[in-house]
């Protein structure tokens, strides 16, 4: 039976906690992601509170249904309700694995019918050119930091890689024309850099390995040289493990770096305030998708392990299609097209959902 919060205490039974403490070393094994295991953490602690069970094997189908149905009281959104069932799914899944549980009792539930949330905003082509000359003219002035932002925005949309995939990457994953990134799962995939993104990676790479050159410098004392390298261990890897992206502190770039290091650029570029660094994604997905690019092809590229999720730039296209059309046909706005507006999201939202 669920507890409400403010009517039943919020307990979280030892035995419980700790078979989840045990599941968290388990998953850090297995992602490299700090954000993805606290999200796990996160998810199996709210349950427990919820639950009001003592025991994961006194937890039944219908304790998982009125959790579900409690995180819709909530107002959740359907997609914070999916990744909470999944994340119950997989820590029973292992609980049975482990022999701790015979059943997995989160297996048969499934979350709210509804169509996956639509990017709130992807930058047009024109809005990436825009960006990339406000990016390349504060590049021109050689300094270490604006190059650096240049090569990172050329990658992300060259890649399609997602922000932790890029301050994950290292100078080795670097091959030829490609870029080997890890994604969900530490599952690896080689992605393709444009003649674009290779010049500013060149560019790039000389002036981080003079940037770490300046370390050594005459002005600065042995010992205070030694706890500065004593400080960053990655200088002492040999140079295909050192981080690829690295901070003007000398240090591997962490995701909410990347993130507001993009965010910079944005702001600079007049972009819309919607923007996030994953609009980077989309805008790849997008763009290529209205080029004619083939969906399976995208969903490799991107790293999608379900084509339901690729699917979702169907919709973007379409929806960006329509806009053209209204605008050029002389009947564009009439209330038919829309009509055409609405069964497309609809025919969409039935095969994301």
């Known amino acids: 039976m669920i507890a409400r919060a403010g009517i039943f205490e919020l307990i979280e039974p030892d035995q419980l906690t700790g078979d989840v403490e045990e599941f968290k070393r388990a998953l850090g094994a297995r992602y490299r ?8 953490e996160s998810d199996l602690r709210e ?10 094997s006194e937890v039944s189908p219908g304790d998982v249904k009125a959790y579900r149905r409690y ?3 909530l107002q959740r959104k359907p997609a914070t309700i999916h990744r909470k069932l999944s994340s119950l799914r997989s820590f029973f899944r292992w609980m049975v694995r482990e022999e701790r549980v015979t059943v997995n009792p989160a297996r048969g539930v499934r979350g709210p019918r509804g169509g996956r949330p639509l990017p709130k905003a992807v930058p047009t082509v024109e809005e990436m050119r825009a960006l990339f000359r406000s990016a390349q003219h504060s590049a021109r002035r050689g300094d270490f930091v604006e190059l650096q932002r240049l090569a990172m925005l050329e990658v992300i949309y060259s ?5 932790h995939e890029i301050a994950n990457a290292n100078i080795g994953d670097v091959v030829g024309g490609e870029l080997l990134l890890r994604g969900k799962g530490q599952q690896e995939r080689g992605s393709f850099l444009t003649d674009a993104a290779r010049t500013v990676l060149r560019r790039y790479l000389r002036a981080r390995r003079g940037r770490i050159a ?3 410098n005459h002005h600065v004392s042995r010992a205070k040289l030694q706890a500065r390298k004593d400080a960053r261990p990655w200088l002492r890897a040999p140079m295909p493990d050192q981080p ?3 901070s003007n502190k000398l240090e591997r770039f962490t995701t909410r770096g990347v993130q507001a290091t993009l965010h910079t650029v944005f702001d600079r570029a007049g972009l819309d305030d919607r923007t996030s660094p994953h609009s980077l994604r989309h805008a790849f997905a997008t ?7 083939d969906l399976r092809a995208i969903q490799e590229l991107m790293g999608h392990k379900n084509l339901s ?3 979702i730039y169907l919709h973007i296209s379409k929806e960006q299609l329509l806009k053209v059309y209204q605008a050029a046909h002389p009947r564009g706005g009439s209330v038919a097209l829309d009509k055409i507006a609405r069964e497309t999201r609809s025919t969409v939202t039935h095969l994301t959902a």
Do not use: Q
């Not at 349950?47 to 994961?56: E, N, P, T």
């Open 33 to 40: 992601s700090g954000h993805t295991v606290s999200a796990y």
């Open 47 to 56: 349950f427990v509170r919820m639950c009001g069970c003592w025991s994961w």
């Open 71 to 73: 995180l819709g009281e």
């Open 159 to 163: 890649t399609g890689a997602r922000i």
């Open 214 to 216: 300046r370390m050594d």
């Open 244 to 246: 690829l992206f690295i």
């Open 287 to 293: 763009h290529l998708m209205n080029a004619g690019a």
């Open 309 to 311: 999720t690729t699917r």
